[in-house]
């Protein structure tokens, strides 16, 4: 494991396994430090993790139904690890071994997927830099190319809790997103792109998350600011999300429970909330949706921001 350190004592922990963020120690309205995303002690302990705590989720963010798709006329079936889905890219790059090289003030991470890999096409490189700025911004920059066309999207998913203690439902939310994706049973989207207005889904003002049940794709407007911000009312710390991606998974933890967690214990339901910055879900599969193809030999790149303050 790495730990970066900025000048204000904000601290982020990468380990190489899982490409995965480890802990982000962040201040309080008091400039008390806690531990924001849920974690394990050991790298080894994260070999036996099913949650992808804090992981780099590759190939494909998300489901895919069907565990399947289509491109260029020929269809490639891939794992199936979520019943007849493929979840996260099946057995994919949060349970490989990334390389790491330190920078002055983070780290890049990269890695190689073989063609065929879990099912995809195209031998794919990957590279993650992690910058941890003085003003307590943690920088995720992605860069990918594959030697055929394939699909891509890549996403972390660290599971946020900025109490350092409890559930998340009262944690405040903001979206800057008018429209949600509704899924089936299986959780893959219809292909419907819905109007959040007068919904459960409707964050575009502050305000609780008030229930767990949250599993969900939000189409983020289009243009830049922040995609979204989270705020924790006692201790005064709050976050907020920048992105050039097209959406972002909302996910209340609502199955952890069971989860091992720091220091022997075990996580609960609602412990944690993901904010998976993304390409659309099944969006192979879905031609009306914004597409992601990578096409052979160009570049992959995105950006998400993960802004911490407090007041």
Known sequence: MYTIINKRRMSVTLCRYGGIIQSVLAPDRNGALGEVVLGLDREEDYHGDSAYLGATIGRYANRIGGAAFELNGKTYPLTKNEGGS????????????????????????????????????????VSLEVTLTDENELVLDYAAEAD???????????????????????????????????????????????????????????????????????????GGG??????????????????????????????????????????????????????YPDAPNKPSFPSAVLKAGEAYRHRTVYQFFAE
């Open 86 to 125: 493929c979840l996260h890219g099946g057995n994919g790059l949060h349970k490989r071994y990334w390389d790491m090289r330190e920078t002055e003030n983070g780290a890049i991470l990269s890695i190689e997927s073989p063609d065929g890999d879990e099912g995809f096409p195209g031998k794919l490189r």
């Open 148 to 222: 055929a066309d394939t699909v891509l999207s890549l996403t972390n998913h660290s599971y946020f809790n900025l109490a350092c203690r409890g559930d998340v439902l009262g944690h405040e939310l903001r979206l800057d997103a008018d429209a949600y994706l509704p899924t089936d049973e299986r959780l893959i989207p219809t292909g419907e792109i819905r109007p959040v207005e007068g919904t459960k889904y409707d964050f575009r003002k502050r305000r609780p998350i008030g229930e767990g049940f949250y599993d969900t794709c939000f189409a983020l407007n289009p």
């Open 226 to 279: 922040v995609k979204a911000e989270v705020y924790e009312p006692s201790s005064g710390r709050g976050l907020r999300v920048y992105t050039d991606m097209p959406a972002v998974q909302l996910y209340c933890s609502a199955w952890l429970g069971g989860a091992r967690g720091r220091g022997g214990r075990t996580y609960k339901p609602y412990e944690g909330l993901c904010l998976e910055t993304q390409h």
